[in-house]
């Protein structure tokens, strides 16, 4: 079964940081890729999405995430994060056959920026 | 556009009772997606509906049952609750032409005393 690992469960960072949140997963075949952000008291948000072309993705609010296909991974990158930042992020996979159109998670990321 | 809307907001039941959680999808999505959010881990896919069908599931007991009516709506049941079944239970919906791009509700907070 695929599974989706994020290596940073809780990240803390001064605001104009660069970020990095690491993403991997382990499935060979063809997938999807997204990540998800779920702000305090508001509902999961896609953040930006990779389905195919262009392994780098931009998404909403100067995000971007990269997808490297030999390492399994789609990490996702901010040159300067804000104080408005504060979420906790979600990496999520989607296997293109035989995977009955699931989503499958990591365990999250909670990302703290301060002033 | 109306996003996907939830209900209730929190409820809170005892084990061994049943419970219905329901959903509308966005306009225009007819592929309607349950997850389960524990404290502290991502959300984990219960099932999925497409024209009024199961259309996958994930490892979830069959006590997890849903439905999906003509207007694209859906309904999560839970039976027989158990204590490990207090989480947060997002309904997600998809367009046809790009099932994977699930679009999430705010979900319903289920407490099992």
């Known amino acids: 079964a695929q599974s989706v690992s994020q290596h940073n469960h809780h990240v803390i960072l001064s605001e104009a940081a660069s970020l990095e949140l690491g993403c991997n997963y382990s499935?060979?075949?063809?997938?999807?890729l997204f990540w998800y952000v779920q702000y305090p008291g508001q509902h999961l948000q896609l953040l930006l999405k990779?389905?195919?072309?262009?392994?780098l993705v931009k998404g909403i609010k100067g995000f971007e995430a990269e997808f490297i296909k030999s390492k399994f991974s789609f990490n996702l990158r901010k040159p300067s994060v804000q104080w408005s930042d504060t979420a906790e992020y979600f990496c999520?996979?989607?296997?293109?056959?035989?995977?009955?159109?699931?989503?499958?998670f990591g365990t999250g990321t909670q990302l703290k920026v301060e002033l | 556009e109306t996003g996907v809307t939830q209900s209730p907001t929190h409820l809170i039941k005892t084990r061994g009772q049943q419970v219905t959680l329901r959903c509308s999808s966005q306009?225009?999505?007819?592929?309607v997606s349950w997850y389960q959010q524990a404290l502290g881990q991502g959300p984990q896919f219960i099932f999925q509906?497409?024209?009024?069908?199961?259309?996958g599931r994930g490892n979830f007991p069959p006590r997890f049952s849903g439905l999906q009516f003509p207007n694209y709506s859906s309904e999560l049941n839970v039976n027989a609750l158990e204590l490990d079944d207090s989480a947060l239970y997002l309904c997600?919906?998809?367009?046809?032409?790009?099932?994977?791009?699930?679009?999430f509700g705010p979900g319903t907070r289920l407490t099992v005393l």
């Open positions: 997600a919906s998809s367009p046809q032409d790009s099932p994977y791009e699930q679009f």
């Open positions: 499935y060979g075949g063809t997938v999807n």
């Open positions: 990779y389905f195919s072309g262009d392994p």
């Open positions: 999520a996979v989607a296997i293109l056959t035989g995977g009955g159109n699931k989503l499958t």
């Open positions: 306009s225009g999505h007819n592929t």
């Open positions: 509906y497409y024209r009024e069908e199961e259309n």
